[in-house]
C-alpha cells in the first residue's frame, strides 16, 4: 500500500468530517519508514532541481536525491539553520517560481531579516489537512464551533487553524487575539465548543471570565488547542480549571509551514508528529549527533510533501525528547515531549544555565501565585542579576510586610533548590504584570550584548 499522491501530498477528504485519517495515523512503523523515504528521494529531488543552495549543499557532500535509501544514509545530509534562510531573503530557498506562490507567511524578524514562507495551493491544501488532523484528535466534529484567537496575519497561527476548521467541516469564528470581552460575550452567545490560543491567553481569558462572576460550567468550551510558545502541565491545570476545558497542546513552527507539525490526542501524553510529512530527528546541539530516545536534544525537521519550500534537516533550537512507545489511542507517529525551552533561550546566569521553563515549572506549583510573571535579567559591575516578579493575589498582598517578606524568601528558596542559584523575588500587586494576547514576552534581558 502507498499512501503517496503523485503530487507527494496525501489525498485529502474534501468532504469534511472524518478527521481520523486511521490509514495514516496507524500506519505500520515498517510502511512509515518506506513511505518517508519515498518521500524524502521526492523532496531532496525537488531542491536539488530548484533550490540552488540545496544544489551546492548536497554536491559538496556528495550525495544525489536517489541514493537516500535508509536512515542512515539520511544522517549524512547537511543541516539547515535559520541563518540559512536569511542569507537567501526573500524567496531564494522557494523552489517554485514566486509566481506559483498562493500565500507567503513571514516571521516577525525582529532580529534581522524576517524569515519567509511560501505555499503552493497545494502546500496549503495538506496544512488545512493536518490541521484538520489535530481538530479531530481532540474530539470536535462538523458541528463544533471553533473561536480562533490566534492572531491572523503574517502569523501562521491564525489562518492555520481557520482553514484546518473549514476543512473539518467544523464553523469557525475568526475573531483573532484581543478584546477580551467580546471574546466572552460571543462565546456564550453563540455556544462555541472550541477554542484556539496562545496558553497565555487563554490563562487571561479564564482570569477575565472569572473577574466577572463567570463559572467554567457558564462557558460552553470544552476543549481548548493550544501552543505557539512553551507551557507546562501546571500551567495546563489553570486553563483546565479556569476554563472547563480539555487543554492539548499543538506545535509546528513557520518554517515547516506552521502548526500542524505535531498534535496532542486526548490522551496528552506528548505531541505527536505527523511523521508521514515531516521527518523528525532529535540532536546533540553541540555534537549535531543523534541522541538516544527520551534523551533532552534539539529537535531537527526535514519536510517530507512539502512543494513549494522543501527544508532538509532544519534545525529548529527547540529542546525537547522524543519517544516512539505506542500511545493508547492506536496512533503510531512518535510523541514528542513539551519543549522545555530553546537554545536560545537559555539564559547563562553566572555560568549556570537556566531555562525560563524551569523557573515557571516552580511558581505553578505555589498556589497564592497568579500565572503571570516576568524574568528581568541586568548586569551590575561583572555579576548577572535576575529578579523574577511575580504576580500574588489580593489576599496576600493584603498580608503585613513581615508576611510578605517571609513569602519573598521561601519562594527564592524554592527556586534555588531548582536552579542552584540566587534570584531576587519581587512580588506584584494583582494584575500589574502585562497580559498577552499573543505569546508572552516572559523574559527581558537587559545585559550588554
Ligand atoms: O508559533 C506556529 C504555531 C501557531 C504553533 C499556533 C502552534 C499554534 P512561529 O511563530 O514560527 O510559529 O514560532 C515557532 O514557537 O520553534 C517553538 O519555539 C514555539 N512553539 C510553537 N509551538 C509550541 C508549543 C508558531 N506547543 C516557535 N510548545 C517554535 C512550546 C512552541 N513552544
Excluded at 196 to 212: F, G, I, K, Q, V
Excluded at 339 to 345: E, H, K, L, M, Q
Aim: glycine share 10%.
Amino acid at each position: 500500500m502507498s499512501v503517496v499522491a503523485p503530487d507527494g501530498a496525501i489525498a485529502p477528504d474534501r468532504a469534511g468530517g472524518n478527521h481520523w485519517q486511521q490509514a495514516a495515523e496507524t500506519m505500520p512503523v515498517e510502511l512509515l519508514r518506506d513511505t518517508q523515504m519515498e518521500r524524502l528521494r521526492a523532496t531532496l529531488r525537488n531542491a536539488a532541481d530548484n533550490v540552488p543552495f540545496y544544489r551546492h549543499r548536497l554536491d559538496e557532500a556528495g550525495l544525489a536525491p536517489d541514493d537516500v535509501t535508509c536512515h542512515s544514509d539520511f544522517g549524512s545530509l547537511p543541516f539547515t539553520t535559520k541563518g540559512d534562510l536569511r542569507d537567501h531573503y526573500p524567496f531564494g530557498m522557494f523552489a517554485v517560481p514566486r509566481e506559483r506562490m498562493v500565500r507567503v507567511h513571514a516571521s516577525s524578524g525582529t532580529t534581522g531579516n524576517p524569515t519567509t514562507v511560501g505555499y503552493t495551493a497545494g502546500d496549503i491544501d495538506l496544512w488545512a489537512d493536518l490541521i484538520a488532523r489535530t481538530l479531530a484528535a481532540g474530539g470536535m466534529k462538523p458541528g463544533d464551533m471553533l473561536q480562533n484567537a490566534y492572531g491572523y496575519g503574517l502569523f501562521t497561527g491564525g489562518l492555520g487553524l481557520h482553514y484546518g476548521c473549514e476543512r473539518l467541516g467544523a464553523t469557525i469564528l475568526p475573531i483573532s487575539g484581543g478584546n477580551t470581552d467580546r471574546q466572552l460575550k460571543l462565546m456564550r452567545d453563540f455556544g462555541v465548543t472550541a477554542l484556539s490560543c496562545t496558553p497565555s491567553y487563554a490563562l487571561h481569558l479564564a482570569e477575565a471570565a472569572r473577574d466577572r462572576g463567570l463559572r467554567p460550567a457558564d462557558l460552553p468550551i470544552r476543549v481548548g488547542f493550544h501552543g505557539a510558545e512553551p507551557w507546562t502541565n501546571e500551567m495546563r491545570r489553570q486553563i483546565e480549571d479556569g476554563l472547563g476545558v480539555d487543554a492539548l497542546d499543538i506545535y509546528g513552527l513557520s518554517e515547516m509551514g506552521g502548526p500542524g507539525v505535531a498534535f496532542e490526542c486526548r490522551c496528552k501524553g506528548g505531541m505527536h508528529v505527523n511523521e508521514d510529512h515531516y521527518l523528525v530527528e532529535i540532536v546533540d546541539p553541540e555534537s549535531l549527533q543523534p541522541v538516544p530516545a527520551g534523551t533532552v536534544g534539539e529537535l531537527v525537521f526535514t519536510t517530507l510533501s512539502r512543494v513549494a519550500q522543501p527544508l532538509i534537516r532544519y534545525r529548529t533550537r527547540d529542546l525537547c525528547s522524543l519517544g516512539a512507545e505506542p500511545c493508547d489511542c492506536g496512533r503510531t507517529f512518535a510523541r514528542m515531549s513539551k519543549p522545555v525551552g530553546r537554545t536560545d533561550d537559555m539564559l547563562i546566569i553566572r555560568g549556570v544555565n537556566v531555562f525560563p521553563s524551569q523557573i515557571e515549572e516552580v511558581l505553578m506549583t505555589i498556589p497564592q501565585i497568579e500565572p503571570h510573571y516576568q524574568i528581568l535579567v541586568d548586569r551590575k559591575g561583572h555579576l548577572d542579576m535576575v529578579e523574577v516578579w511575580i504576580e500574588v493575589g489580593e489576599d496576600v498582598f493584603g498580608e503585613t510586610m513581615g508576611q510578605l517578606e517571609k513569602f519573598e524568601r521561601s519562594v527564592q528558596a524554592r527556586l534555588y533548590s531548582v536552579l542552584s542559584i540566587q534570584v531576587q523575588v519581587k512580588l506584584k500587586e494583582p494584575r500589574t504584570i502585562a497580559r498577552s494576547e499573543g505569546k508572552a514576552v516572559r523574559v527581558i534581558d537587559k545585559r550588554p550584548k
